[in-house]
C-alpha cells in the first residue's frame, strides 16, 4: 500500500542550526501537509502546501519555518535556526487532489515522523 | 472555533475487556469529518476511520466500532475484546470543510492493555 515516507526518522542538532526534514508524500496526491507533536502533548497543524504554494498556516509557522517542493517527489520542511522548543516529532501527511476525492474521503495519511532533537 | 476534546487521558484495561475512547467536537460548519488515528509506541500516525457530518450510520470493522451521534457532538470508539496489541496513542480528530485544509486532533487517549 502506498505511504508517506519521511527521512531521518530522528535528527540530532544544536541550537541555531539549521535543519531540512523530508517526505516524500504518496504519488498521485496534490495536498501537502506538516503537523508537529511535542513530546506528550497533542498533533498540531504547522502548514498546508498545494499548487507551488501555501494555502494554509498556523502561528506556530513563524518565519523561521518554509516548506518546499523542490522536485516531482519531495516535500521539505526547513527550520532555519533551531531553538530548543523546536524539539518535537514532525508529521507530514498529504491527501488526494480532486474536489470530488476530497468532499468523499478527506483523508490525510500521515509518515512515520521525523523526532528532532534540539541540543 | 473548531475544537476536539477526550476528557480520558489514560484508560487501562485487562485484556479481552470492552473499551470505549470519548470524543467531543466543537465546530460551526455543517459539513466537517471526523477522524480517529491510532498512534502506536513506534510513534507513527495510522488512520482508523473517517466520518462525514452527514453520514451518522454507526460503523464496524472487525473488533472496532464507531457511534458517531450529531445531537450530542460526540464520536466515541469502541474495542471490543481489547488485545495487548490495542496499547496505543488514540487521536479524534475534526476537519471542517470551511477549513478543510486542517486537521484538528484532540488531547489524545493513551490505552494500556494489561494481559
Known amino acids: 500500500e502506498p505511504e508517506v515516507t519521511q527521512t531521518p526518522s530522528h535528527q540530532v542538532t544544536q541550537m541555531g542550526q539549521e535543519v531540512i526534514l523530508r517526505c516524500v508524500p504518496i504519488s498521485n496526491h496534490l495536498y501537502f501537509y506538516w503537523y508537529r507533536q511535542i513530546l506528550g502533548q497533542k498533533v498540531e497543524f504547522l502548514v498546508s502546501f498545494y499548487n507551488n504554494e501555501i494555502s494554509e498556516k498556523s502561528e506556530i509557522f513563524d518565519d523561521q519555518f518554509s516548506v518546499e517542493r523542490p522536485d516531482g517527489s519531495n516535500f521539505t520542511l526547513k527550520i532555519r535556526s533551531t531553538k530548543l522548543e523546536d524539539s518535537a516529532m514532525y508529521f507530514c501527511?498529504?491527501?488526494?487532489?480532486?474536489?470530488?476525492?476530497?468532499?468523499?474521503?478527506?483523508?490525510?495519511?500521515f509518515g512515520a515522523g521525523t523526532r528532532l532533537s534540539v541540543l | 472555533a473548531q475544537k476536539v476534546t477526550q476528557a480520558q487521558t489514560e484508560i487501562s484495561v485487562v485484556e479481552k475487556e470492552d473499551v470505549t475512547l470519548d470524543c467531543v467536537y466543537e465546530?460551526?460548519?455543517?459539513?466537517?469529518?471526523l477522524f480517529w488515528y491510532k498512534q502506536p509506541p513506534s510513534g507513527e500516525l495510522v488512520f482508523l476511520i473517517r466520518?462525514?457530518?452527514?453520514?451518522?450510520q454507526n460503523e464496524i470493522s472487525g473488533r472496532y466500532s464507531w457511534n458517531f451521534q450529531k445531537s450530542t457532538s460526540s464520536f466515541n470508539f469502541t474495542i471490543t475484546a481489547s488485545q495487548v496489541v490495542d496499547s496505543a496513542v488514540y487521536f479524534c480528530a475534526l476537519s471542517a470543510i470551511t477549513s478543510y485544509d486542517k486537521v484538528i486532533f484532540g488531547p489524545g487517549t493513551s490505552l494500556s492493555v494489561i494481559p
Open positions: 466520518r462525514n457530518s452527514f453520514d451518522e
Open positions: 465546530t460551526r460548519d455543517t459539513t466537517y469529518y
Open positions: 501527511a498529504s491527501k488526494e487532489g480532486t474536489l470530488d476525492e476530497i468532499l468523499a474521503k478527506n483523508i490525510q495519511y
